[in-house]
Every structure is written in structure tokens, then in C-alpha cells.
């Protein structure tokens, strides 16, 4: 259709064109009272500052009516309030061109894996070969009265030396020789065909990072994040634009160590661009005993199977519920890490109750309304089955003029609308400095999604979506489905970036 995907930030960009200042005046509505009238704001004081007694022209104000082109929203009207300049979309076109087309065809998030096997093995024979040409390399010899070195042991690596050369920065100063053993050569081995998928398949549309099996606990409830992430920018098909390492504070330096064998074994401008996410400690409060990953793990499973109990009585002792209980857990304990900074320490109280289904910011929430989703499309295709309803029809059919109702233009306005840049604030990286730390904003996305299932389970409460068969109402049922398999949409991508499956009964 040549009309692109509708933008946030090209909307805004074209609203601020529109009044002739290259500077942000226009601010998004998000609170449904203020939606009910505006869209976008121009606040009075921003007004008085661009333009003469806050006078907003007759020709800028046509200017912004007018406005149209690729990814940019068309505006209805545009009128001086006594809070500033005011605007409101075309709201069916709005639904139209968002609901129109796949919504999510342009966030093709996809993860790079190792491929193991003989590639696996062939990987780790050229990295023992380069081994032997390092100058960095050195065979170990037993001092006379030291302790035996372990049994995998196949050579030294000077790395103090090499920072020293390379001129790199940031590097913990008491790394110095590091005893390379079959392990580390394999995890080596692991990244590098990582990268070599990335390479070749150019999976990833967005930047993303993939939390695989994000919580593993050491002695001291220590956050132990796996070792790799791969960021690749849009647009750039030929590499990835960086290589993260995501560590606990604790395993930092064990990092820093397979870095820099990397960068010697694996010269390349992949090596070169690695930086290092570094998260902060997990501490329980008032443990009565050591706990681990298991115990916590179970701990978390019991109150969870508790939680459920109370919400829909006896639960059959099925595999279907066993299931359902798990990732449940799995949701609330994601939620629980993530929803925090990943450079603050996170304190888990573990009698707290926002483990159950009931609280509003836990994770097992957002699982229960995406079960929700679930559940009414399949009594909708049920009942189309029966013949009690029709199929639906076409997207270029359906009358979105029909949706009318205060939480749909919430739900695609402060959603739909604004979810691929939550996607790229949540992973976009602040640009290099020197040194290899860097920082991210995950927990951007429990955030989006809690609140998201807030204003959901709000609708949801509040309409019914699958009325009476009656074809005079089949309009505004299937005009509301087509936004709520949006929503669905958003709710699968979204915890897709926390490495979540989504829940389909409950």
C-alpha cells in the first residue's frame, strides 16, 4: 500500500515539523481521561516559548491537520485548549492501518543457538590448532612443589600481556594468566557458532536479547545469567553489530577471561566489538538456611500451586495443571529478577505474596490474561466449528468504526502503537565508551507488559467480546477481535524477549 506501519516516533516527528521547531513539543496522551478529548498535547508554556503570545498560527495549524506520509498517523482535528494545542487522530483509519496488515511482520524476533554436534567439535579442533600458533600461548610446566594442575589443562595464555598490547581498557587489572582447559575452549566454541548463525540466517530484525535459563543460583543466591547475548542492528544483515556478554557481578571476571581468549584465538571485528552486561547480586532476606536454585525453584512452584488453589479450588492432579503450575512459576520468578534494573542488587522476601495470581505487577498476571486471549479465541473458533457464528471475514472488510469504547483506543494507542520502540529502548544500548560495561533497559518490558495486562484485564472485564449471534452485532465482535488477536500478538513477542512461552489454558 506504500502507507508503512504507523509510528510513535514518526508521528511525532511529523507533529513537531509541523510547528516548524525541530525540538520535542509535542507530548503523547497515555491517561484514558485526557484520551477521551486528545491524542497529542502541545503544552501551553512549550506554545508561549515557540511563538508569540503562545499564538499558534492559522497556516501551522492546517499544517498539522493536514499531515500524512509514511508511518505517520493522520490527524482529525487540532484546536488551542486552555492546557495547549490539542490533537486527535483519525481514529478508525488509525485502527485500520495498524489491525489492516500483520502487525508484528516487522518484529521477527528470532535466536541464535549453538548448533553442536560435529560443527561443535570441528570449532574446538581449530581453536586448539590456533592454540598452537598464539605467540600469547605457552606450554604449563610444573613448578617443583606446586600442586598438580588438573588433568584437562592444555596450555597457559598470557592475558595481562595482551591487554597491555592491544591498548584495551576496562579490563579488571588482577587478570593475568589464564589456564585454558576442554571446558573453556568448548564454551568458546559454543559463542562462536552463535555468532556464525547470526551470521548467516540474519535472524534478528530488532535488537533483542535472549534470557535463557535466566535463573541459576550459586551458594550465595547469585543471579548467574547465561554467558552470551548476540545484538544485531536493524537493517545491518551482514554481522552482528555486538556481542554482550551478560554475567553476574560475581562471574564478571571468568568473563573478562573468555573475552579475551576470544579476541586472541578469533581475531576479527566480531571480537573486537564484545562489551559486558554486568548484573547485580541476588540476596534472600533473613534465609534461615542456605537455598538454591532448586529449593528456590520449588519453594516458588509450591506457593504458586497454593495461589491456585485458593483462585480455582482442587486442581486435578494431571499433566495439563503439572504444566500450566510450571510456567506459571517460571513467569513469577522472571518477572521477579527482571522487573528490576539488571545493575541493582535484588532482594527476593520469600514469604511475599505478589507470587500469586491475585497481584497486579507479578508475572504470573500477565500469563493469566494471556491465557485469557487464548481461551476466547478458541470458544470463538469453537463456535464458528458449530455454526454459531461465521468465519471471519477479510481485514480490508471489517468496519473499525465500531470500536468506540474508551479501552480499545487505549489498548492500540498506548500498545499496538508505541511496542516496537518499547522493544528497541528495552535493548538499545547506549553508545560505546571506553571500557567493556555497558547497561540496558529490560525490565522496560515486565513494565509495558504489567501494565499492559492491567488495562486488558480492565476491557476485558468490562465487554463482551463474543455477544449474541445475531448478524446486526457481528461487526463490532469481529472488528474487536481483529484488535484483540493484535493485542495477543504483542503479549507472544513481548515474552518472547524474556524467553517465555505463552499460556494457552488456565
Not at 541464535?112 to 567439535?121: E, H, I, K
Not at 576442554?182 to 530484525?205: D, G, M, Y
Not at 533483542?208 to 542492528?233: G, K, N, T, W, Y
Request: proline letters at 7%; charged letters at 20%; glycine letters at 6%.
Amino acid at each position: 500500500t506504500g502507507e508503512g506501519r504507523p509510528g510513535l516516533a514518526a508521528t511525532l516527528q511529523a507533529l513537531n515539523g509541523a510547528l516548524g521547531r525541530p525540538e520535542g513539543l509535542w507530548v503523547k496522551e497515555s491517561g484514558a481521561r485526557n484520551l477521551r478529548h486528545r491524542d497529542f498535547l502541545a503544552p501551553r508554556a512549550a506554545l508561549s516559548a515557540a511563538f508569540p503570545g503562545g499564538q499558534v498560527p492559522a497556516d501551522v495549524m492546517s499544517g498539522v491537520t493536514s499531515l500524512g506520509g509514511p508511518g505517520v498517523l493522520e490527524v482529525r482535528g487540532c484546536q488551542e485548549t486552555p492546557a495547549g494545542l490539542a490533537a486527535q487522530l483519525r481514529r478508525p483509519e488509525a485502527f485500520r492501518r495498524l489491525l489492516g496488515w500483520e502487525v508484528l511482520r516487522q518484529l521477527r524476533i528470532s535466536w541464535p543457538s549453538s548448533s553442536g554436534g560435529l560443527a561443535l567439535l570441528d570449532a574446538i579442533s581449530a581453536l586448539k590448532q590456533a592454540l598452537g600458533r598464539s605467540p600469547c600461548a605457552a606450554a604449563c610446566e610444573q613448578a617443583p612443589g606446586a600442586a598438580a594442575l588438573p588433568e584437562d589443562v592444555i596450555c597457559k595464555v598470557h592475558l595481562k600481556s595482551f591487554v597491555e598490547e592491544q591498548g584495551l581498557v576496562g579490563y579488571d587489572p588482577n587478570l593475568d594468566v589464564l589456564l585454558v582447559t576442554e571446558e573453556k575452549l568448548r564454551s568458546l566454541a559454543e559463542l562462536q557458532q552463535a555468532v556464525l548463525q547470526c551470521t548467516v540466517s540474519n535472524p534478528v530484525a530488532l535488537p533483542a536479547f535472549r534470557f535463557r535459563d535466566l535463573i541459576s543460583f550459586c551458594q550465595a543466591m547469585v543471579c548467574d545469567l547465561p554467558c552470551c547475548a548476540l545484538l544485531q542492528a536493524e537493517g545491518q544483515g551482514s554481522c552482528c553489530s555486538s556481542i554482550v556478554h551478560v554475567v553476574s557481578c560475581e562471574e564478571e571476571f571468568q568473563q573478562q577471561q573468555l573475552d579475551l581468549l576470544w579476541r586472541i584465538l578469533d581475531p576479527g571485528a566480531h571480537t573486537a566489538l564484545q562489551k559486558h552486561l554486568v548484573c547485580g547480586p541476588v540476596k534472600v532476606t533473613n534465609p534461615s538456611s542456605p537455598i538454591g536454585a532448586d529449593q528456590y525453584f520449588q519453594l516458588r512452584k509450591q506457593q504458586m500451586y497454593e495461589a491456585s488453589v485458593m483462585k480455582y479450588g482442587e486442581l486435578a492432579e494431571d499433566e495439563a495443571w503439572t504444566e500450566v503450575i510450571d510456567t506459571l512459576t517460571v513467569a513469577a520468578i522472571r518477572f521477579e529478577m527482571l522487573s528490576t534494573a539488571h545493575r541493582s542488587q535484588i532482594t527476593l522476601d520469600l514469604e511475599d505474596s505478589s507470587i500469586s495470581t491475585k497481584g497486579t505487577k507479578s508475572g504470573a498476571f500477565v500469563m493469566y490474561n494471556c491465557a485469557r486471549l487464548a481461551t476466547l479465541f478458541n470458544t470463538y473458533q469453537r463456535a464458528v466449528e458449530r455454526g454459531t457464528y461465521p468465519p471471519r471475514p477479510p481485514a480490508a472488510e471489517l468496519n473499525f468504526s465500531c470500536l468506540r469504547e474508551e479501552g480499545e483506543w487505549l489498548l492500540l494507542f498506548n500498545y499496538l502503537l508505541p511496542f516496537p520502540e518499547v522493544l528497541q529502548q528495552a535493548a538499545q544500548l547506549p553508545p560505546p565508551s571506553k571500557g567493556i560495561r555497558i547497561t540496558a533497559n529490560t525490565e522496560m518490558v515486565c513494565k509495558f507488559l504489567i501494565q499492559l495486562s492491567m488495562d486488558f484485564s480492565s476491557y476485558y472485564n468490562r465487554v463482551h467480546i463474543l455477544g449474541e449471534p445475531f448478524p446486526h452485532l457481528f461487526d463490532q465482535m469481529f472488528a474487536r477481535l481483529q484488535l484483540l488477536g493484535a493485542v495477543r500478538d504483542v503479549f507472544h513477542s513481548a515474552l518472547a524477549t524474556l524467553h517465555l512461552p505463552p499460556l494457552s489454558q488456565i
